[in-house]
T-cell receptor
């Protein structure tokens, strides 16, 4: 069965430091992969997506993610975190016409 | 464009009461979805619709019903609310099955059942 695992429930980084959020998926075919961000009290906003082609994808707000088929991973990265990046981040895999979400990683940013 | 809107934003129900959550989208999307979000569990799909007049069960459909009488609206009903249905409910929509994987989300409805 398809599934998504985000092994880190919380991550705390200092403002200006780099960030990597982990995502591992289980899917039989070439997956469609997504990262969404949810600010407190808000809905989810798409950060970036991978359908095919270049395995390094760029998204909004300076985020990027790399698809590694051999590791079944789609980790999200940002070189320098801003205080406004504090939010919850969800990785998702597209299955048929549905999305399967991971349980999320809450990012805290230290001043 | 308003995108995806949800009504109401907050609601408190007593056990056994009923209510309907309304989702509306103005993007002419074919696909619409209802999710619930609970701490530590991500988003779980309740029901979805691939077009006007069609609905299908998702991962956690028990205790919920849905209707899609108009393309732009997707209603989620709770006939007899239970405390286990306390959650934040999100509606989403997408253009097609190819683009269905990119979903646009509403702001959510926070429901408490006492």
């Amino acid at each position: 069965a398809q599934s998504v695992t985000q092994p880190d429930i919380h991550i705390t980084v200092s403002e200006g430091a780099s960030l990597e959020l982990r995502c591992n998926y289980s899917y039989g075919a070439t997956p469609y992969l997504f990262w969404y961000v949810q600010s407190p009290g808000q809905g989810l906003q798409l950060l970036l997506k991978y359908f095919s082609g270049d395995t390094l994808v760029q998204g909004i707000k300076g985020f990027e993610a790399e698809f590694k088929r051999s590791q079944s991973s789609f980790n999200l990265r940002k070189p320098s975190v801003h205080w406004s990046d504090a939010a919850e981040y969800f990785c998702a895999v597209g299955s048929s016409y549905k999305l399967i979400f991971g349980s999320g990683t809450r990012l805290l940013v230290r001043p | 464009n308003a995108g995806v809107t949800q009504t109401p934003k907050f609601r408190v129900l007593k056990t056994g009461q009923s209510m309907t959550l309304l989702c509306a989208q103005d993007m002419n999307h074919e696909y619409m979805y209802w999710y619930r979000q609970d701490p530590g569990m991500g988003l779980r799909l309740i029901h979805y619709s691939v077009g006007e007049g069609t609905t299908a069960k998702g991962e956690v459909p028990d205790g919920y019903n849905v209707s899609r009488l108009k393309k732009q609206n997707f209603l989620l009903g709770l006939e007899s609310a239970a405390p286990s249905q306390t959650s934040v409910y999100f509606c989403a929509s997408s253009y097609s099955s190819a683009g269905a994987y990119e979903q646009y989300f509403g702001p959510g409805t926070r429901l408490t059942v006492t």
